[in-house]
C-alpha cells in the first residue's frame, strides 16, 4: 500500500532518510579511524511470561507437598497478560558495555 504524502508514515521516512545517510557515512569514518563502533538494542518480555514447557518432577503428587518442599505447581498467568518489561543493552564485538544494561515497565499496557 503506497503511503499518501504528507501521511505520518510518509513523514517519519523524510525524517529517517538524511539520518540513515548520516549514520552510515559516520560509521564508515569510524572504521577507517578504528574507532570501536557500539550497537544498542531494545527487547520486551511479558512480566509474568512463562515458559510453554517445564520440567515435571513426577515424585511431587500434590499442591500440599510441593509447598512442603518450597517448590511451586507451575504456571500461574497467561503469558500475554500483564505489564511489559522493556530490556535495553549496548555492546560491540568485544562484548557488553559494563553498566548499559537497563530493565524498566513499560507505561503502556
Same mark, same amino acid.
Given at each position: 500500500m503506497e503511503s499518501q504524502p504528507g501521511s505520518s508514515r510518509q513523514n517519519l521516512?523524510? =525524517?529517517? $532518510?538524511? *539520518?540513515k545517510k548520516r549514520q552510515k557515512t559516520e560509521t564508515t569514518l569510524y572504521r577507517t579511524e578504528n574507532r570501536p563502533i557500539f550497537y544498542m538494542d531494545e527487547t520486551w518480555v511479558n512480566a509474568g511470561h512463562t515458559v510453554s514447557k517445564t520440567y515435571v518432577d513426577t515424585t =511431587?503428587? $500434590?499442591? *500440599?507437598?510441593?509447598?512442603?518442599?518450597?517448590?511451586?505447581?507451575?504456571?500461574?498467568?497467561p503469558?500475554?497478560?500483564?505489564?511489559?518489561?522493556?530490556?535495553?543493552?549496548?555492546?560491540?564485538?568485544?562484548?557488553?558495555?559494563?553498566?548499559?544494561?537497563?530493565i524498566f515497565k513499560s507505561k503502556n499496557r
Amino acid at each position: 500500500m503506497e503511503s499518501q504524502p504528507g501521511s505520518s508514515r510518509q513523514n517519519l521516512k523524510d =525524517i529517517n $532518510s538524511p *539520518r540513515k545517510k548520516r549514520q552510515k557515512t559516520e560509521t564508515t569514518l569510524y572504521r577507517t579511524e578504528n574507532r570501536p563502533i557500539f550497537y544498542m538494542d531494545e527487547t520486551w518480555v511479558n512480566a509474568g511470561h512463562t515458559v510453554s514447557k517445564t520440567y515435571v518432577d513426577t515424585t =511431587i503428587t $500434590s499442591k *500440599r507437598k510441593a509447598f512442603m518442599e518450597g517448590l511451586n505447581t507451575g504456571a500461574k498467568n497467561p503469558t500475554s497478560k500483564g505489564r511489559r518489561l522493556i530490556v535495553v543493552h549496548m555492546g560491540n564485538e568485544n562484548g557488553f558495555v559494563e553498566g548499559s544494561d537497563d530493565i524498566f515497565k513499560s507505561k503502556n499496557r
